[in-house]
């Protein structure tokens, strides 16, 4: 089922369910500028047979309302918009699974909203920056590749060429695993017909970033959390997840050698089966 909620006057989101009403509801937040059809339909289909799958497109993508330019925003606006999702749904609480930006905004929900979250799963993302300048050795950034893209990211394309730049991203975001172009190109495709335009999303990159350094909050959280090591994630590579998982307590961490940034077919089985057992745990801890 597909509707449309409004988060603030003149803003609404293009939210979709799947599964059961009555099953155990489970939030996805995406990752920066990206609709939430990039999570593969058997990715959502696998979760959605034990849960109300709750997928939606950030605020400047996908069918969600575009107004960056003329009504900016901070990043953590966007970790509000969840909640107001999870509000017009009428779902009290729920579990919650992010990965890269939509990472980091799952962790500012266990932080303002725990009351909200049954569990929590995260995977290529970061921990939030802790505010302090003692901090160990720094983690290493991403891939040289990934950057130099990123540069052009607010580049104009024609059509054609805009697609070819999107499956050339998803490449580098893959990392060194096997990659299907056909696969991510009728995705971006699917993308372009969904948002009816074929611009560029680029609004998270230049939304103000204020307010994630949090990190040292993270040592608080009692919500069951699992963090999903992606070994070849060239955006957040390990050791990203091990500082991630060490800074929220009784975090599990799994590891997952074949993940990248990019969610192709030959990762949504393990990926899908990794969510669904840390749910199920949290569940059978409940009762």
Do not use: C, K
Request: charged share 25%; no cysteine.
């Amino acid at each position: 089922m597909e509707r449309y909620v409004e988060v603030e006057p003149d803003v609404r989101l293009w939210v979709r369910e799947t599964g059961a009403p009555g099953a155990e509801p489970l939030l996805l937040v995406m990752g920066a500028n990206a609709s939430g059809l990039v999570w593969p339909d058997a990715f959502v289909d696998a979760l959605a047979r034990q849960h109300r799958v709750i997928s939606y497109d950030h605020r400047d993508t996908g069918r969600s309302t575009w107004a960056f330019d003329s009504h900016p925003y901070p990043i953590t606006r966007l970790a509000e918009d969840a909640v107001a999702v999870l509000d017009a749904l009428g779902v009290a609480r729920a579990h919650v699974a992010g990965m890269s930006l939509g990472g980091m905004l799952v962790q500012l929900l266990l932080l303002d909203h725990p009351d909200r979250l049954l569990s929590a799963t995260l995977w290529g993302t970061t921990a939030l920056a802790s505010g302090s300048d003692t901090e160990s050795a720094p983690l290493p950034g991403p891939d040289p590749a990934v950057l130099e893209l990123w540069e052009h990211l607010a580049d104009p394309r024609e059509p054609e060429a805009e697609l070819d730049f999107r499956v050339a991203h998803w490449r580098a975001l893959r990392g060194s695993g096997p990659f299907d172009a056909a696969e991510f190109r009728r995705l971006e495709e699917r993308i372009v017909e969904h948002a009816g335009r074929f611009d560029s999303p680029v609004a998270h990159a230049l939304a103000d970033t204020g307010g994630l350094d949090r990190g040292a909050e993270l040592a608080g959280v009692r919500t069951p959390a699992l963090v999903i090591d992606a070994g070849q994630d060239p955006v957040f590579p390990p050791p990203h997840a091990d500082h991630l998982a060490a800074a929220i307590p009784g975090a599990r961490l799994l590891r997952m050698p074949t993940l990248g940034h990019a969610l192709g077919s030959d990762v949504v089985p393990g990926l899908a089966d990794a969510v669904l057992h840390h749910t199920a745990r949290t569940r059978a801890d409940r009762h």
